[in-house]
C-alpha cells in the first residue's frame, strides 16, 4: 500500500468533538459536501446529508445478543476518536491499478466491549460494529435501518423465487433478479430483495445500500419498515442441513437456530454503506466496497491471471462443420483448446457434466473425459483449464480436490449452486478462497450472493455471479427485458463488484423476434450491445458464451473480444443514466477502450474524449450498430479513423439504435 498522506486525531473526549446538539456527533466528508450526524441518546441514530439535501432520515442501528445485552441502546460511550485518512491503495486484479482511499472516520467505544464506526468519504458513508469481546457470544439479531425521509422511488431487486408468505424459504434462493422500479410504499409485502438497492433521493441524487468486507456473518436482506422505511433481515445460524438441492450438490438447510451468527471471540462485523451520487454515471465506478474490504492476505499472489474463457455450456456444446459427435468428451474439449490457443484466449471451463453426476464427488470423472491427458494438451497450448464444481461436492473434501487438481495442471474452480448466504454459507467462501490460494487456484464464484470484497482479500477470487447473466435468455420467455436490465446494471449491482455476466452472443434479436432456444441460444438487442459489454461489464474472468463454430464465422467480431483486456489500469465512467444508457472509458497500457449500451429507445449520445484523453491524433477502431440492426440485431460498421483531438473537436456524436450499443479501441498515434 503507496501511502500519500496519514493523519490521525489524537483521541478525543466527548466534548471534543464538533456536536449539533449535547448528543450528536458530526462527521463529513473530505470535500465537506456529504454531512454524517451520529446521535448518542436512549438509541444510536445517524442522519446523512448531502449539501443540505436529507438523504436518510434518523436511522437507528444496534445488536442484540442472545444473552440479552443490546448494543447501541442505552449506549454508555466511553470516548471517541477522529482520524482522517488519505491514501492510495494497490489493486493488482481491479478496474483501476490505485484505489484512492480518503475519508474522515468517527470510531466511538462504549461500555460492555463493543464500537461502532463511521466513515465519510466524498461519496459516501458507511459504518460497522466492532466486538472486542474475549469471550464466546452469539448475535441474535441486528436492527440496520434505512428511513428515507420521502416515498422516493427505488430499483428493487426481489427475491426471484415465487414465495407468496414463506419468507424462511427465501434465505434459498440464487440471487438473480431485475429490478422493480417503484415506489417504496409500493414494496410487496410478500418479498425480500437482496443487495445492492439503489433509491431515486432528492434533485436528482441517488442512495446505493450495500455491505462490505463480509467474512463470517449472514448477508443482509432488506424488507420494508413500513411506509419508506427499510430494515435489513437475515438468515438465522442453519442448525440442521441434508444434501439435496440441484443434482444433490446442495446443502439444503432444514432447521434453524434462534441466532444469525456466532463467534469464538470479539469480530469485526460487515460495513453497512451508502453510495451517494450527484449524476448517475458516478455510480458505475464506485470503488466503496473494495475500500472497505479487508486488505489482502499475506500470501503470495503473484501468480493470479486474468483473462477469457471459452465456455461450453451457454452454448450447448453446439460445434458444427466438425467430424466427431460434439459433446462432453476428449474430441469436443480439444477443440475448444484448439479454438482458445488460435485466438489468445486464456482458459477454457468444462461445466457440468465432466464429474459423474448425482455422487458429489469431484473425484469421479465420467469415462468420456480424460482430464489429464487435457490439461497437459491445454498446457501444451498455452490453455489453461477450469473446472465447474458444485458447491458441496468441493466443501466436503476442499483440500484433496484442490491439491489433486492442482498437481494435475488445473488452474480453477467455478463453484457454484452455494444459493445461500448465512454464516455458515459466508464463511465457506472465505474458507475456499483461502484454500484455492494455498494451491494456486483461481475462483470463480457462480451460485452465489454479490460481491462484498472478497477479492481484495484474495485476489484469487477473480469473479462472482449473483447478476441475471445471459444465461437467463436461454430460457428466459418474450417477458424478459434482458436490454433494459443491462443499462440499469452498472448503476446497482455493479457497485458492489465484477460480474459474471458471461456475454459474447453472436446470435443477436431485436425485441420483436427475441425467444428462447436453450440449444441455440441468442440474446436481446444488437451485436454491438454485446461487443460493448466487454468494456462496460466489470469481469477478470470474462467468458465468451458462444460457439466457437460461431465466433469462427465472425472473425472481425472474436477479434475484437479477444483483444480487449479483462483488468485495466484506469476506469473513467463518462455517462449514463439508469435504465435508459451508459458509457464508460477504460485503460490499459497506452490503449483506451470505450463502450456504450443502450435500452431499447433509439438515441445519440455524445462521447467526451477530454475526460480521458490529451490533444493530439488517434486511431480509432469503432464497432456501430448497422443501419438496419433495429431490424436485424446482428447489423453492425466495423469503421477505422483517425481523430484529432483539439479543444475544438474533443466530442462526438455517436447513434445507438434500439437495445444498442458501441465499442472502440483507440490508440495514440
Known sequence: MKKRKLFIAALACLGGLPLASAKDYTLTSPDRELVVVVSVGERMEYTVAHNGDVLLDRSPLSMTLADGTAWGVNPRLLKAATRSVDEVIAAPVYKRKEVLDRYNELQMTFRGNYRITFRAYDDGVAYRF??????????????????FPADWTAYIPYIREDRTADFESQFFNSFENTYTHDKLSNWDKRKYAFLPLLVEGANGKKVCIGEADLMNYPGMYLYTAGGTSLQGVFAPYPAKMEQGGHNRLQMVVTEREDYIAAFDRGTDFPWRYLVVSEQDHELADSDMVYRLATPQADMDFSWVKPGKVAWDWWNDWNLYGVDFRAGINNDTYKYYIDFAARQGIEYVILDEGWAVNLQADLMQVIPEIDLPMLADYAGSKGVGLILWAGYYAFDRDMERVCRHYADMGIKGFKVDFMDRDDQMMVDFHRRAAEMAAKYKLLIDFHGTYKPTGLHRTYPNVINYEGVHGLEQLKWGGTHVDQVTYDVTIPFVRMVAGPMDYTQ????????????????????????????????????????????????????ECTDFITGIPTVWDETVALDGRVGEYVIIARRSGDTWYV??????????????????????????????????????????????????????SMKFGVKLAPGGGWAAKITKK
Open 130 to 147: 466492532t466486538s472486542t469481546s474475549k469471550k464466546p457470544f452469539q448475535v441474535k439479531s441486528e436492527e440496520a435501518v434505512f428511513n
Open 504 to 555: 459474447g452472443a453472436m446470435r443477436n434479436a431485436t425485441r420483436g423476434n427475441y425467444r428462447p432456444v436453450n440449444s441455440e441460444a441468442m440474446s436481446q438487442g444488437t451485436r454491438c450491445h454485446q461487443l460493448a459489454e466487454y468494456v462496460v461489464f466489470e469481469s477478470p474472468l470474462n467468458m465468451l458464451c458462444d460457439s466457437p463454430s460461431n465466433y469462427e464465422q465472425e472473425e
Open 595 to 648: 463502450g456504450a449500451l443502450n435500452n431499447w429507445d433509439a438515441r445519440e449520445v455524445t462521447i467526451d474524449l477530454s475526460a480521458f484523453l490529451a490533444e493530439g491524433s488517434y486511431d480509432i477502431e469503432a464497432f456501430q450498430d448497422g443501419i438496419n440492426a433495429d431490424r436485424a440485431a446482428r447489423d453492425y460498421r466495423k469503421e477505422n479513423f483517425t481523430l484529432t483531438c483539439d479543444p475544438m
